[in-house]
């Protein structure tokens, strides 16, 4: 069992920057591949970024490559997800996410959910 609690979430005008932090419970942690998902109003929830357990590999959607950069510190059982660049279409809720399987961007394929941080990208 694994419980996720996300912080860093917030307002900020458009070319800001916010670095979201996501807290995991467990001594497991670091099996797990994390993502961070997010959703805004009226859409359906989207993949934003992954790594996988041990941090060697990251993931990306194209909309945030070279944006947005995630990364875990396993001593601290918590997930990063840096935010440059940020535009106001990235407004949203973010979600951070665990998985025991390899990486995927299904968010079906994830088993532990947070309960989400507001992002607004003000124009």
């Known amino acids: 069992q694994v419980q996720l609690v996300e912080s860093g979430g917030g307002l900020v005008q458009a070319g800001g920057s916010l670095r979201l932090s996501c807290a995991a419970s467990?001594?497991?942690?670091?099996?797990?591949?994390m993502g961070w998902f997010r959703q805004a109003p009226g859409k359906e929830r989207e993949f934003v970024a992954a790594?996988?357990?041990?941090?060697?590999?990251?993931y990306y959607a194209g909309s945030v490559k070279g944006r947005f950069t995630i990364s875990r510190d396993n001593a601290k059982n918590t997930v990063y997800l840096q935010m440059n660049s940020l535009k106001p279409e990235d407004t949203a809720v973010y979600y951070c996410?665990?998985?025991?399987?390899?990486?995927?961007?299904?968010?079906?394929?994830?088993?532990?959910w947070g309960q989400g941080t507001q992002v607004t990208v003000s124009s």
């Open positions: 996410a665990a998985t025991s399987s390899l990486y995927t961007r299904d968010s079906r394929g994830y088993n532990y």
């Open positions: 467990g001594r497991t942690f670091r099996s797990y591949t």
């Open positions: 790594i996988s357990w041990s941090g060697g590999s990251t």
